[in-house]
Nanobody
Framework: QVQLVESGGGLVQAGGSLRLSCTAS????????MGWFRQAPGQDREFVAV????????NYADSVKGRFTVARNNAKNAVYLQMNNLKPEDTAVYYC??????????????????WGQGTQVTVSS
């Protein structure tokens, strides 16, 4: 079992920044690639970003490339999502998730075994 807890969400104006954090406990953190997903009201959960178990590789949704950065600190069992130049369409509940490490960085939510409870991000125009 892996327990995940997100923090750092909030209300921000368009063009602003937020940094989300996700702290893990339980099984060995570095056994997992870590992903960020988001879900807006009435919409499906969508992939945002993923980082490999070592932190050496990342992948992003086209909608956030150049604005969001994912990073991890295995010594602290933590993964982060730095979000810059936020837009109203970024408003959603953001979730971190753990995927058993493979070479391929997974973007499908079904590939992830463990999920946090989510943190709300609201971007006002």
């Amino acid at each position: 079992q892996v327990q995940l807890v997100e923090s750092g969400g909030g209300l921000v104006q368009a063009g602003g920044s937020l940094r989300l954090s996700c702290t893990a406990s339980g099984r060995t953190f570095s056994d997992y690639a870590m992903g960020w997903f988001r879900q807006a009201p009435g919409q499906d959960r969508e992939f945002v970003a993923v980082i490999s178990w070592s932190g050496s590789r990342t992948n992003y949704a086209d909608s956030v490339k150049g604005r969001f950065t994912v990073a991890r600190n295995n010594a602290k069992n933590a993964v982060y999502l730095q979000m810059n130049n936020l837009k109203p369409e970024d408003t959603a509940v953001y979730y971190c998730a753990a995927c058993p490490a493979t070479y391929e960085l997974r973007v499908a939510a079904a590939s992830y075994s463990y999920w946090g409870q989510g943190t709300q991000v609201t971007v006002s125009s």
